[in-house]
């Protein structure tokens, strides 16, 4: 078991302390999704729902009668999570691929999970669920050329064991300007879903023990953080 992080320095030497000037680091570390089990709702052919968490371009591909097309991740704990961030069908790589406005009408949730990963697929309590993103596929001008490279999501420090991914159909093709088949309406589509510890929106730093040495002044400070990065200052 990792031991938690500690602080040493001398009382006599500084005026004043305050626990306040102790802050979490701006960094954010990745969350290692490779690490979870990733499903989809249908699969087209072997475009598995691993491709989204690979190193390669290419991508992931649900099935037009899905009528709830969703991609998610298992992980094996709970993080506390910031920016997600969901690339379009082989797009891992800055560039458009077939199909870019299929990527629309898009909500990433973060989910507390304790069902079957491959079979359940609205199930465990939602604990952030961001808005509609790419509504109508705006970002692609309304138009079936064009779509986003890449979705973003701010979880703002939201807990849980699981990513999910869910297009919402849209049978009327109003966001394609009516262009396009079932798959335009429907399919679900990824290359890569990345995710990162959220940073100062998590719990508080918790100091577990304060202990003082009287001969040598030295004073030490002990607290635990979820995320297990540390940082601290005097004034
Ligand atoms: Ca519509
Ligand atoms: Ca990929």
Redesign the pocket.
């Known amino acids: 078991m990792k031991s938690n992080p500690s602080v040493s320095f001398n009382l006599l030497s500084r005026a004043l302390i305050t626990l306040a000037s102790i802050t979490a680091p701006a960094a954010a570390d990745p969350i290692p999704l490779d690490t979870g089990i990733p499903a989809q709702s249908s699969q087209l052919g072997g475009l598995a729902a691993g491709n989204a968490l690979d190193d390669s371009v290419n991508f992931t591909h649900t099935l037009n009668s899905d009528a709830n097309p969703t991609w998610q991740v298992l992980l094996p704990e709970t993080y506390s999570f910031g920016i997600v961030e969901v690339f379009n069908r082989a797009s891992s790589n800055g560039t458009l691929d077939c199909c870019p406005s299929r990527f629309r009408d898009i909500t990433i949730e973060i989910v507390q999970f304790d069902g079957d990963v491959t079979t359940d697929f609205t199930g465990g309590v939602v604990t952030y669920s961001s808005a509609l993103l790419n509504p ?1 596929n705006v970002i692609g001008g309304g138009v079936a050329t064009s779509g986003p490279v890449s979705l973003t999501a701010n979880a703002d420090g939201a807990a849980g064991n699981m990513i999910r991914i869910i297009r919402t159909r ?6 394609s300007g009516g262009a396009g088949n079932q798959d335009e309406a429907s399919v679900l589509s990824l290359d890569l879903v990345t995710a990162e510890e959220s940073v100062g929106g998590g719990s508080p730093l918790k100091i577990t023990e304060i202990a003082l040495d009287e001969a040598t002044g030295m004073i030490t400070l002990t607290w635990n953080s979820k995320q297990n990065r540390t940082g601290i200052s005097c004034q």
């Open positions: 109508e849209d049978d009327d093709l109003s966001g």
